[in-house]
């Protein structure tokens, strides 16, 4: 069984190494780093406030546990808490692990295009065509936080796993088994992947033979041990994951034929919204790419004899992507899957970039990566004056939902000058929450709605004053929902809720300043009127 791998190692390793100097890779981590602190200025410049996902996730990051919402596994929250502990609780924190997850990234992708490619400048724009997706090169820098820790371990797994495939020694399992613990710590997604790249590596009896070697059992032993306290997490709390699929992925199950059809639909061109623009680049710099795409599918899709040959990568990946269809189209016959967008794709079609920048440079002019290159470039630097006039908008006068322009410092200082320290801070709304904390970092903040976090009571919540804050349009249920945070520090709400206008002026708005309204309540535990 091993020798048949064995000259995998032989006709791979050695020529990458000529391939691909050292300052390729050095070439990918400084374009990464440079990359992230261009954006984290850019971001820095307009507002410190958290938006979309971060808020919620600087709530639940106030501690570290085995599980923090059955909606989405902790490894992410735990990577915050770390994080935290050197930078606090505001916006860096978040800054430094996104960037830092996208550059890891490009090096994974470095290291599994080095095994695909023959030219190192298909190598280095390989590494970084993650950029041309929009779901990466645009939507991750307000949003996205659990998604991008699976994205990189999705890369660092199938970097891993060729590494197992060309090695085959006891640490590479280990070392793949501890990728994918990870990895299923990350989105409930990533095991759609793992049962992608099993199955189709099943295809291929060099592949096949690493997985059915008895080390597999290091892997399988490993990865089990990582994600097993967050699955006794998800048992002790009675979470019901069939449930959390339902509610996300398909919410309209009830109607079975409907949900069907929808479903189909939905998989047929969510995967080519995920792909863009990347899939519309290659069509216009490669005329022939369409019908040579197809050509290797039908070519790939038939059965042949692979019994001598050693990994073939490539059509591992073209399997995978086809692979990726057939779960799909599956999951919407079988369980009813509707809810197919474009940012749930990154477990099935990831990697498809990495084969499709392959088919495309087979038969490519020598001039072409060059050309690439310059599309990726221009892509890239056009992202950041668009984002500048995103972010300015945001913070105009105009702004929808205007996260990044709420005045929450003069919150916090509205809150400070009525006696409010580091107690506990009850809200109603997650981005009013998430955005207190680094203003007010000895408090205790509990969610009232989703994320509901009650972290644990410190001595210093039993006596010091707390205050419970909302938005007048969120006043529905308050009392009943805080009762719990109450009770817990035997607490009396002293005096009548107050209502705050907190002033803020729009940026390059000759206007007068306008105001942002809450109500808060002041909360007086039990054990400071006894003092």
């Known amino acids: ?25 050095s070439a990918v981590v400084l374009f990464g780093a440079l990359y992230g602190l261009v954006h984290t200025a850019l971001r820095l410049a307009y507002s410190d406030n958290l938006s979309l996902d971060a808020a919620p996730a600087n709530i639940l990051g106030q501690t570290l546990a085995l599980g923090y919402q059955e909606r989405q596994p902790p490894v992410y929250e735990w990577l915050l808490w770390s994080v935290q502990q050197a930078t606090g609780p505001g916006l860096a924190g978040f800054l430094i692990i996104k960037y830092g997850l996208l550059t890891a990234t490009f090096v994974f992708f470095y290291l599994i295009a080095r095994r695909l490619f023959d030219d190192r400048r298909w190598v280095v724009l390989a590494s970084l065509s993650p950029l041309l997706l929009y ?19 999705i890369a660092a797994s199938f970097w891993a796993f060729m590494r197992l495939v060309e090695r085959g020694r006891l640490g590479d399992y280990v070392l793949f088994g501890l990728v994918a613990g990870l990895g299923l710590l990350t989105k409930y997604g990533f095991v759609a992947y793992l049962i992608i790249l099993c199955v189709c590596a099943l295809l291929q009896p060099a592949l096949r033979a690493r997985l059915f070697d008895m080390r597999m059992l290091a892997s399988v032993g490993v990865a089990a041990a990582i994600a097993a306290p967050f699955g006794y997490w998800l048992v002790a709390n009675h979470h019901n994951l069939v449930q959390v699929f339902d509610s996300t992925v398909a919410p309209m199950a009830s109607d079975r034929l409907t949900a069907t059809m929808t479903g189909i639909v939905t998989a047929s061109y969510a995967p080519f919204g995920f792909l863009f623009p990347l899939d519309a680049i290659l069509l216009v710099m490669f005329p022939a790419l369409l019908p040579e795409v197809w050509s290797r599918i039908t070519r790939g899709v038939q059965p042949r004899n692979l019994a001598h040959a050693g990994a073939d990568w490539p059509l591992l990946l073209l399997h995978m992507t086809v692979a990726g269809f057939a779960f799909l189209f599956l999951g919407a016959v079988l369980t009813g899957a509707s809810n197919y967008l474009e940012r749930y794709m990154h477990p099935f079609f990831l990697l498809t ?46 702004c929808h939902h205007c996260r990044l322009a709420v005045p929450y410092e003069g919150l916090a200082k509205e809150l400070k000058a009525r006696g409010f320290g580091g107690g506990t801070l009850i809200v109603m709304d997650r981005n009013d929450g998430g955005n207190l904390r680094p203003l007010l970092p000895e408090a205790r903040i509990v969610s009232l709605r989703r994320p509901y976090h009650l972290p644990p009571v410190r001595p210093q919540d039993l006596a010091a004053p707390a205050v419970v804050v909302w938005r007048p349009s969120h006043a529905e249920d308050l009392w009943s929902l805080a009762a719990p945070a109450i ?16 002033p803020w002026t729009t940026l390059g708005s000759a206007s007068q300043p306008k105001a942002w309204e809450w109500r808060i309540a002041l909360v007086q535990p039990s054990a400071a009127s006894r003092r």
Do not use: F
């Not at 607490?491 to 705050?500: D, F, R």
């Open 353 to 398: 970039p990495l084969w499709l920048l392959w088919v495309a440079a087979q038969d490519a002019p020598a001039r072409r990566p060059a050309v690439m290159g310059a599309v990726l470039l221009a892509v890239t630097l056009a992202v950041v004056p668009i984002r500048a006039v995103y972010l300015a908008k945001a913070m105009g006068p105009n």
């Open 487 to 502: 009770r817990q520090i035997n607490g009396k709400v002293v005096g009548k809720p107050k209502t705050l206008h907190v």
């Open 135 to 153: 779901q990466i090169g645009w939507n991750i820098h307000e949003g996205v936080t659990h998604s991008l820790v699976m994205t990189c371990a």
């Open 1 to 25: 069984m091993a020798s048949s791998v064995m000259p995998v190692q032989v006709c791979i390793a050695r020529p990458e190494e000529r391939l691909c100097p050292p300052w390729c890779l």
